[in-house]
C-alpha cells in the first residue's frame, strides 16, 4: 500500500485513517500499542500526526495488515528489528514505485 498524502509538517487523524483506509479508532489503538506512535497534540487534544508518525504508520500497517503479523509479533518485530525492517520496507516500496512506472509504460506501447 502506498499513502498518498500532500507534503506538510502535520497531518490530523482524519486524513490520516482516510490515507490508510482505516477508521480513526484503530490509528488511535495503534497509538497506544506502538511506543513509535507519538503524535503531538494541540491545546484541544486533536493528535498531529509527523511525516516520521506516516512511516512508522505505514511499517506498522505493513507487519499487520499486508504481512499478517499479530500486534505482539509486530511489536516485537520493532523493537528488535527496527531499522532493518525500515530499510527492507524502503526497497519493496521504491520497486513497488518501479513497477508501476514500468506497467504504465508497457500500457503506452
Known amino acids: 500500500m502506498h499513502i498518498d498524502l500532500p507534503e506538510r509538517l502535520y497531518y490530523n487523524i482524519g486524513e490520516v485513517a ?30 498531529k500526526f509527523t511525516p516520521q508518525d506516516i512511516k512508522n504508520l505505514e511499517l506498522i500497517y505493513h507487519l499487520v495488515k499486508e504481512r499478517g503479523f499479530t500486534l505482539e509479533g509486530a511489536k516485537i518485530h520493532l523493537k528488535e528489528n527496527k531499522q532493518k525492517t525500515l530499510d527492507q520496507f524502503d526497497i519493496i516500496r521504491k520497486l513497488e514505485s518501479v513497477k508501476a512506472e514500468l506497467l504504465k509504460i508497457k500500457e503506452q506501447l
Not at 25 to 41: H, T, Y
Open 18 to 47: 482516510e490515507a490508510f483506509g482505516v477508521n480513526t479508532s484503530l490509528i488511535r489503538f495503534w497509538e497506544k500499542e506502538f511506543d513509535a506512535l507519538k503524535p503531538k497534540k494541540n491545546a484541544k487534544g486533536n493528535r
